[in-house]
């Protein structure tokens, strides 16, 4: 047993049996903590995506990613409200697990893991393309692999450390972004080869329909604000507030794609854009103002790519530690170690990481893609869940203590789970064949995990219980008053 664990004894369905009490989350992320791990988490997948960008919709990809980030807001101002309602880690996992019940939440919860398993895992091969693209170009998959899986082995020993130590590592990686990427954005501006007069005609190069698949496509780039709720035990930063920390995070990041995209484009014709790899911004710097402007851009999108891991490790192991809590997963997963992180979560993670980067290199070029793509598709799940949670929590629970509430209330909460239904379409239209393969898969797997947990819990109740809070308390007191 960690350190952070003791034997106690604690209410289940039945009566009471001796169990283990969670070891507590501690931490004091500060709001520069979470609004760094909230903007580097959305921001890492345009590293190796950036050509991809262009060939959708030309230029005029800056404008699709303003618009895609307006549709993100109203799904953050629910979450914003949901956070400063449930102050508990969890996130989208408890907010459904309180709105639409326990059942619904586990589904949505493994949906939601397959998202972040596979961006670590697509994120972690990324690096180690990064080097092969960069400095040695004669790597061999076997050797991109084992990059990769030592990138997996030191997230994991950052993870294992205090929250503050992993958050910390994140925030500066994602400061240096910042400068490397404003350095070199001005550098363009400046340069000669900056001519948007000529270079963005035509700005919709693709016309309204490549401009619309732009505006599809492009949502999977705002996930990661999701991932503040998850840190409400750790962090000092009011939970009132949560909002403004996921909305300043959204806002950035739109601002941050729509400038890359109107200076990248502005320096070079799309023609020539369409014909490198990916890694634009480095390539071009490399060619404008020769190698010494490349380097920062390169390590740049290598601190993007780890800031991204890290956030999105965190977030997963809280999700598997909220699971065991609420008993929707054995309570085992609540054990933390002595830096009180949750010990058996990571483990797990770790090791589905390194399962699915090996299987995916040894399996070849579609299965690669198909992780992309999955990076997706439970994320957007998980949003369009939540909102429907939050607009019948407006009803089930009006008298609920909200510290701060959405401006609209249920309309608001109409609009979003609108939003995240969208989100969903776009991301399922692109799946292809290996895709669908894959999420099949993963969710049989999920099915043979929920009857074995569903058989386990009848035989060794004391190994799942569930802490009701005073919500719960006052809502059974209530019913039983109504039927006596």
Request: glycine letters at 8%; one cysteine or more; hydrophobic letters at 50%.
């Amino acid at each position: 047993m960690s350190p952070g664990d003791v034997a106690s004894t604690a209410q289940t369905g039945s009566g009471t049996c001796p169990v283990e009490v969670e070891g507590a989350l501690q931490g004091k992320l500060s709001w520069w903590y979470l609004f760094a791990m909230a903007v580097a988490s959305i921001l890492g997948p345009w590293v190796v995506m950036s050509q991809f960008w262009y060939s959708v919709s030309g230029p005029s990809i800056a404008i699709a990613f303003v618009v895609v980030g307006l549709i993100c807001i109203p799904i953050g101002l629910v979450y914003g409200e949901l956070s400063s309602m449930f102050p508990k880690t969890g996130g989208s996992f408890l907010f459904i697990k309180h709105g639409l019940g326990k059942e619904v939440s586990y589904w949505i919860a493994w949906a939601l893991l397959l998202s972040y398993l596979a961006l670590m895992s697509y994120m972690m091969s990324s690096l180690a393309t990064i080097i092969q693209q960069m400095w040695i170009g004669d790597l061999t998959v076997e050797a991109i692999m084992i990059i990769s899986i030592v990138f997996t082995l030191i997230t994991f020993a950052l993870t294992w450390r205090r929250v503050d130590i992993s958050a910390g590592v994140q925030f500066f990686l994602f400061a240096f972004t910042l400068m490397a990427g404003l350095l070199y954005l001005v550098l363009f501006v400046f340069s000669a080869d900056f001519n948007p007069g000529v270079n963005w005609n035509p700005y919709f190069a693709f016309g309204d329909q490549g401009f619309m698949s732009g505006v599809g496509l492009m949502v999977t780039m705002y996930f990661g604000f999701e991932l503040i709720p998850q840190f409400a035990e750790e962090c000092d930063y009011p939970h009132k507030k949560h909002w403004k920390v996921m909305m300043f995070s959204v806002i950035v990041a739109m601002i941050i794609y729509a400038s890359i995209c109107a200076v990248e484009t502005a320096v070079r014709p799309l023609s020539a854009i369409l014909e490198m790899p990916n890694f634009v911004g480095a390539i071009e710097a490399r060619e404008i103002y020769g190698q010494w402007l490349a380097y920062p851009v390169v390590f740049a999108s290598i601190a993007t790519l780890m800031s991204c891991v890290i956030g999105f490790w965190l977030g997963a192991s809280r999700v598997m530690y909220s699971m065991g809590r609420e008993g929707v997963m054995p309570h085992i997963y609540t054990r933390t170690n002595k830096h009180h992180q949750p010990m058996i979560a990571n483990i797990t993670i770790l090791g589905i990481t390194i399962f699915l980067t090996i299987y995916c290199y040894l399996a070849g070029t579609d299965w690669v893609v198909a992780l992309y793509t999955m990076m997706a598709i439970g994320v957007a799940i998980a949003y369009t869940f939540t909102c429907i949670a939050y607009v019948r929590m407006k009803y089930t629970l009006p008298n609920h203590p909200r510290l701060w509430k959405a401006p609209g209330g249920t309309v608001m909460g109409v609009a979003a789970t609108i939003a995240g239904a969208f989100i969903t379409y776009e991301v399922f239209y692109t799946f292809n064949g290996p895709t669908w393969l894959v999420f099949g898969l993963f969710f049989v797997i999920v099915i043979f995990l929920r009857v074995y947990l569903a058989y386990d819990q009848k035989a060794h109740a004391d190994k799942y219980y569930h802490v009701k809070d005073a919500d719960e308390i006052a809502k059974e007191a209530e019913i039983a008053k109504k039927e006596a």
